[in-house]
Nanobody, 114 residues
Framework: QVQLVESGGGLVQAGGSLRLSCKAS???????????MGWYRQAPGKQRELVAT???????RYSDSVTGRFTITRDNSNKKVTLQMNLLKAEDTAGYYCNWESSWGTGLPVTVSS
């Protein structure tokens, strides 16, 4: 089973920035690079939703709510994905989860104070 280890997150004021990182282990690089990686988030009382995904060819997809503010990148050689979050809003407050295939990270808390 692939293990996803996340780092980053925390508390920030509205308008600020945070960076989330996720590194995959227990998989070989060639297999990792065949599939999309993504970030999802879940706010209290709400369903988990897509934030952004990045394919092996580094093409990206974003939810409408974060387009223009968040940027997802991946480092294939290090099996790592990063989510740069700028111009954060109170409604971005949620637990953020890294995803690769059927594997999920344990989640990072992001709190944006208004």
């Amino acid at each position: 089973q692939v293990q996803l280890v996340e780092s980053g997150g925390g508390l920030v004021q509205a308008g600020g920035s945070l960076r989330l990182s996720c590194k995959a282990s227990r998989t070989i690089t060639s297999v990792f690079n065949m599939n999309d990686m993504g970030w999802y988030r879940q706010a209290p009382g709400k369903q988990r939703e897509l934030v952004a995904t990045i394919a092996a060819d580094k093409s990206t997809r974003y939810s409408d709510s974060v387009t223009g503010r968040f940027t997802i990148t991946r480092d294939n050689s290090n099996k790592k994905v990063t989510l740069q979050m700028n111009l954060l809003k109170a409604e971005d407050t949620a637990g953020y989860y890294c995803n690769w295939e059927s594997s999920w990270g344990t989640g990072l808390p992001v709190t944006v104070s208004s």
